[in-house]
């Protein structure tokens, strides 16, 4: 489960910023809600937090940030090439900002063990990384890489927790490759868990990866998902009987690499079509309709139940930026609810989520104080989150109403003269 990301100086996100799911004190729907870990520094682990924010606050960013780590620790052992310089982007609104290199960190649990991974990189390098493991309440260093600026070195410290030929993947580590991730693809079966943990147990839905209609479509081929899926539907109350996947052959074309000749070639073949036939029954009748014929908000909840219910089964951490898009807030509520419900999440599985829907806030029994965070700019445009337990509203308090009025921030400064013309 993860328990904290923390980021600087990526995009907007110029101070550190820090997301926790560590649970506070507050017993409120604690069964449900929260995990126990059997952690005296960190008793209880969230299931979910949404995210609020005005257009351009910076919410995205935050997902981006996370997803731009993931994807550093997936790729540069194995994708980036040597010389190759990332695309980071750090805040670029101060001129020293610009200068200064973009820092992540997370902290996650693995079978009771907590882990606490983070570097900081320029375009041209990494020039910082860290493992804390925590197998007792005292962390173990498992190893430290600093970028020595004088020498133009890397220079390594090592733990006594840390197995294998250590030196070996240090020499094998490029300026611009991650140590966890050289010391993964070199077999290190001590540093595979936490490489996989972002790999595989992270899963990121935003406009750069968007939802993978593939997921629910294989899932819906094979007997037992496809009931998963048609009561998923059933019980968001979307009309739908039944789904069948047609599988046909049609013309096309596909390009060829020919080794020997050193060049592509385009050769007509048959591919494969997987086309969805949706079942609608009524008192009155029934119809088959094709996918083109349901709404955004039916093709949406569809993508999405493939990939929810498997994460769901597996206990991954997924990460959604603007949840609320094409669906009702009584469909958002309900797959939120999904994830506070023990006997449908046994691996313990997370939601975290950015949204505008403001009617979340006063839902009954959906969400706990500490699991509402608010994104807003200051006045050099650098996004602040801000837990909504900081204010310490009352346990009564009508949140949407408050939050509505910018008693917590999080929300767009509207121009009274917006739209008025002289």
Sequence with gaps: ?????????????????????????????????????????VPHVLRSAAIYGANASGKSNLIQALQYM??????????????????????????????????FEVTFLIDGVRYQYGF???????????????KAFKPQRWFERRHD????????????????????????????????SMAVQLNSEALRPVFDWFVNGLVIFNEQTPLNPQVSIQMLRQAEGRRQICDFLAAADISIADIEVVTRKVPGHAVHWDVAAGKTEVRSEELEEHPLRFSHVTEQGSAVFGLTDESNGTRNLLFLSGPVLDILRKGLTLVIDELDTSLHTLLVRELVRLFHRPELNPGNAQLIFTTHDTSLLDAPHLLRRDQIWLVEKDRDQASELIGLSEFSPRKNEALERGYLMGRYGGIPLLNPNLGVQN
């Design 149 to 180: 600026a004088s020498t133009g070195k890397d220079v390594y410290v090592y733990g006594t927790g840390l197995k294998g030929p250590k030196h070996l993947w240090e020499s094998a580590t490029r300026p611009n490759a991650l140590f966890l």
């Design 120 to 134: 900081a990189m320029t375009a041209q390098r990494i020039v910082s990384e860290h493992l804390l493991v925590y």
């Design 1 to 41: 489960m993860l328990v904290e990301f923390r980021v600087e100086n990526f995009r907007s996100l110029r101070a550190e910023q820090v997301l926790s799911l560590v649970a506070s004190k507050d017993k409120t729907m604690q069964e449900t809600h929260t995990v126990s870990t059997g952690l005296k520094a």
């Design 70 to 103: 993931r994807g550093v620790v997936a790729e540069s052992a194995s994708v980036i090439q040597p010389g190759q310089h990332f695309a980071v982007q750090p805040f670029r609104l101060d001129a020293q900002s610009a200068q200064e290199p973009t820092a």
